[in-house]
């Protein structure tokens, strides 16, 4: 599962935001819950900037990724174990209770 999907922002959670994010916002909360079926919208763009700012709240695990060309797929990622041949550091989990404290203390 995505990192990003463990985390739901909720009507509630534009509060105190900039009049012009939370307008802006509402196309998401009207349109998300018929994509993923679920009451709120993920803020994709928002967890990489949190990344930089608190690392420590995500958890990282080295895997090996390879580019693979099949005919019927064109530049698909292959994710699999650590082998030590072209091994990176991915974001595989986020602490969403923490992640919660930090923005609620950010914009409340």
């Not at 105190?16 to 993923?36: A, K």
């Not at 990489?48 to 005919?71: C, D, G, T, Y």
């Not at 986020?94 to 609620?104: P, S």
Request: proline share 5%; with cysteine; glycine share 4%.
């Amino acid at each position: 599962m995505e990192v990003c999907r463990k985390v739901l922002f909720t009507e509630d959670d534009l509060e105190g935001l900039d009049d012009w994010f939370r307008v802006s916002s509402f196309s998401w909360l009207w349109i998300s819950p018929f994509v993923t079926g679920r009451l709120g919208f993920h803020p994709w763009d928002l967890l990489p900037a949190i990344f930089v700012e608190f690392p420590k709240i995500f958890k990282i695990s080295k895997v090996s990724m390879k580019l693979v060309n099949l005919p019927w797929q064109k530049g698909h990622i292959h994710i699999s174990n650590a082998t030590g041949e072209n091994d990176i550091d991915v974001v595989v989990d986020i602490d969403v209770a923490l992640f919660r404290q930090l923005y609620d203390k950010t914009f409340s």
